[in-house]
């Protein structure tokens, strides 16, 4: 089986890391929703090693992920575990104690249907715990407007693909956040025309 990569994943690390750097600073166990290629995993596990980052995603994705891992030698990030937004989150617990204090996604939210955004801030509300750290970084439109002719190209690209996905609506996506028990407390500017978005979990 080929290791996949992403050009993208490795030009927008540095930025991200950044940002990471400050609102993770005191977070311990970080779930990353859709790891893909692992390559973010390795770089944030490595430059925050306070912390313990488990990967997921789909099975699909898995075996790159492990490569990455295992070439890395790292001992605070975790092998991938099937995470399927169509399905429970496998770690749900009624215990807060084994929840995530932060909960990180990367280019996500504007490749996956609608229905599938709502699963996700579901997921997040039962599997992040009280003051915990939402960090999701992509591309948003703001009034109903994108915010650059790439990004408005980029999503005639999304729907050529896949009709049902589509960049999303920042006011849209903080009032599913809102509903999530998800308090919007950092909006980041980000290279290429995309946003750092940082909730913290307020019940």
Known sequence: MELTFSQAC??????????????????????????????HAIHF??????????????????FSINQRISSS????????????????????SSSKTSLF???????????????LVQRFFTGVQKNLKEGGTLCIYGPFNYEGTFTSESNANFELWLKDRDINSG????????LLAKSAKLSLISDNAMPANNRLLVFIKTG
Do not use: C, Y
Not at 17 to 34: A, D, I, P, R, W
Not at 105 to 113: K, V
């Open 101 to 115: 204090d932060g909960i990180f996604t990367a280019n996500t939210l504007h490749i996956i249907s609608w229905d």
């Open 10 to 39: 490795e030009n927008n690390k540095a930025a991200i890391l950044t940002v990471l750097q400050n609102f993770f600073k005191t977070t311990k166990h970080v779930l990353e929703v859709g790891s893909g290629t692992g390559q």
């Open 45 to 62: 596990a490595e430059k925050l090693p306070h912390l313990s980052w488990q990967t997921s995603d789909l099975l699909i994705n898995h």
């Open 167 to 174: 960049i999303r609506d920042f006011e849209a996506i903080e």
């Open 73 to 92: 030698q790292l001992n605070n990030i975790l092998t991938p575990i099937h995470l399927d937004l169509n399905n429970e989150w496998p770690m749900v």
